[in-house]
Every structure is written in structure tokens, then in C-alpha cells.
């Protein structure tokens, strides 16, 4: 967990993903446990206390205005090789994976 959130901090920054304002100390799921999400970096972004209970089992979609989405999809893609490292090979990325990346762009069009 320590961990996880060290690397997420380093792909996002120290701050909130969501209302970048308070320190990031907790992991949020972009796909909810509740919904399945997985708990790989892929799925994972560091959020503030405040902003995780608030977006409780809502989607990063329904949570999210588009300019924060875009924000985030940007430092995605920049640290993509860093988020995909704990897929060995392209067989094992889970299904939508690739997709998930490409949502975040395709709201720009
Ligand atoms: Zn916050």
C-alpha cells in the first residue's frame, strides 16, 4: 500500500488528483472495488481523505469534470510504460486496459 502510493505520487504528484489542493494520503480506485476495479496502478490514483470518501463507488467519469479527467489522462500518458510495468507481457493485461487509456483522449476529440 505504502508503496503503491510512493509510485502513484511519483506519475501524479504529492497533491490530490481531484481537488489538487490537500496532500495525497490515500489510493483511489478510478474502477471501484465495489465494480470490480482492480487493484493495480493502472486502476489507481493518489487522492486526499476528503475527495476518496466523497467519490465513494461513483465512477472517475461520474465523479470527474472533464478538465480534471483531461489533467490526469495527460501525466498517463506520459507515464504509461511506468503504470503498464506490473504486466509482464501484452497477453496479460486485463481487458480494457488499453481502452481505459484511450477513453480519457478520445473525451478530447
Ligand atoms: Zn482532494
Redesign the pocket.
Known sequence: MENKLKKLKNIYGE????????I?TTIDHIIPTSRYGPNLLTNLLP??????S?KSSLSIYEFCSKDILFRIDEKRQVNKFVLLSEYTSEQDLPLGVTREFGLFSTLRN
Not at 497533491?15 to 490537500?22: G, M, Q
Not at 487522492?47 to 476518496?52: L, R, V
Request: aromatic share 6%; charged share 25%; net charge positive.
Open positions: 497533491l490530490c488528483v481531484y481537488c489538487s489542493k490537500n495525497a487522492a486526499c481523505k476528503k475527495c476518496n466523497k
